[in-house]
């Protein structure tokens, strides 16, 4: 009862609690609601796995499979932890996964009758169930190269529990008699251990979306590319820095643009959009070499996948380093037919001499429901706390998020930036 406590404590935090009061209420309950039943289906599905497999492979039938419905429950706060976007969470949904089909094949397994089949019938069982897992493998491995984490997560789970299941039926791993209060206090302290270290990497990191390829070499296939850079045509390219910046004293040199120190801000800052728009894959930082490049207007033009997920951002570089401390909000004009659907926004600020995901930091999300008396224009703006981790930045960027999974590009551009100071 403890871990299911934690875990909805963890969905809260994760799922509803982190949008609350930003995001419309329906697109968070939706989207937790969502999150929920699909870690319900999948330990429903892994536990069925596990059943399946020691009825097949093990020595007949399995007495009273449904007493262990209990520890089966912990399954669904394994596939949460499993579907979070974090190594940390990850690993500790593998140990839960293992460690609940350890309980429970061990209570299947003990006092049940002698073989009734065939040492060969037997043999070619377990050969087959070990070429299925070999199989998934290679599943999963290429459902997590074309960016799907969820599927690739159910996936791995479901090889996990298979495995250990048959390692315990064929004797190659002998597990101790399973200790209930031990196993499920140890589930608890796993499940708060990893709460507490995601909020820390969450602050450390400043929401980075944590892209583990750079996309040094990935070749295209069937023409098709990996990346896109979508510029702005030529005669919108033009970029509006308003002169009223004063330096800091301690800075070295009078030049404007000495990224020693950053530039403190004392009237707005106001940039007609002349940066880049990238559509990659989510395991990408940025677009690989191979990256079609090519000049169009986003609200135009769309771009999509073979059904996988992308990644949109928009990259708006700045003349100078800006001190965000100076900085009260950014606000920024999206134009493009996609304004009316709902849509959520998140802001990084950028230090381009930092290495990412270091030199991000997110200023969080804005949603948006589209309002039709605003036509195809909606404003957004994001606050700027007086206690960044950046001491400053000089890009601003901006990543276009859809309830759904995104499979095609927004049809959506950026007018213009407005860094308003304090």
Not at 32 to 53: E, M, N, R, S
Not at 97 to 119: E, G, I
Not at 278 to 297: A, T, V
Request: hydrophobic residues 50%; charged residues 15%; positive net charge.
């Amino acid at each position: 009862m403890l871990g299911l406590i934690a875990t909805g404590w963890f969905i809260w935090a994760d799922s509803i609690g982190s949008r609350f009061g930003r995001a419309p209420a329906e697109f968070a309950i939706l989207r937790a609601i969502g999150q929920v039943l699909l870690a319900c289906a999948c330990g429903a599905a892994v536990a069925t796995i596990v059943y399946l497999t020691v009825l097949w492979t093990g020595r007949g039938r399995v007495p009273h499979p449904l007493r262990s419905i209990a520890v089966a429950v912990w399954y669904f706060p394994a596939m949460i932890l499993m579907f979070a976007p974090t190594p940390v969470s990850i690993a500790v949904g593998a140990v839960l996964v293992f460690a609940t089909t350890r309980v429970m094949v061990a209570r299947w397994d003990r006092n049940r009758p002698p073989l009734s089949a065939s040492a060969g019938a037997l043999l070619l069982k377990r050969m087959a169930v070990a070429l299925v897992c070999s199989a998934a493998i290679h599943l999963a491995v290429g459902a997590y190269a074309r960016g799907s984490a969820l599927l690739a997560a159910a996936l791995f789970a479901g090889i996990i529990a298979t495995l250990t299941s048959l390692a315990i039926v064929v004797g190659a791993y002998a597990p101790a008699k399973p200790a209930r209060l031990s196993h499920s206090a140890l589930s608890v302290l796993l499940i708060m251990l990893l709460m507490v270290g995601l909020r820390i990497a969450k602050r450390g990191s400043g929401g980075g979306a944590g892209f583990e390829d750079d996309g040094g070499s990935s070749p295209i296939v069937d023409d098709s590319f990996p990346g896109v850079i979508l510029l702005r045509e030529l005669e919108k390219n033009a970029v509006l820095i308003a002169p009223n910046l004063k330096r800091n004293a301690g800075a070295k040199g009078t030049s404007l643009f000495n990224a020693a120190k950053p530039a403190t801000l004392t009237q707005p800052m106001d940039v007609t959009f002349s940066g880049e728009y990238w559509m990659l894959l989510p395991r990408y930082r940025r677009p690989p070499p191979q990256s079609l490049i090519e000049r169009g207007n986003p609200s135009k033009l769309s771009f999509a996948t073979n059904g996988g997920p992308m990644v949109m951002e928009a990259h708006q570089p700045l003349s100078t380093f800006v001190d965000p401390a100076s900085c009260d909000r950014i606000q920024f004009v999206v134009l493009g037919p996609d304004t009316q659907n709902m849509l959520a926004f998140q802001l990084f600020l950028v230090d381009t001499e930092i290495p990412d995901p270091r030199g991000e930091e997110s200023l969080g999300f804005q949603f948006v429901r589209g309002d039709p008396s605003m036509g195809d224009r909606e404003t957004i703006s994001f606050p700027i706390p007086r206690a960044t981790r950046l001491n400053r930045f000089n890009e601003i960027k901006v990543v276009f998020r859809q309830p759904r999974v995104m499979s095609k590009s927004v049809k959506i551009a950026i007018e213009r930036m407005t860094i308003v100071p304090r």
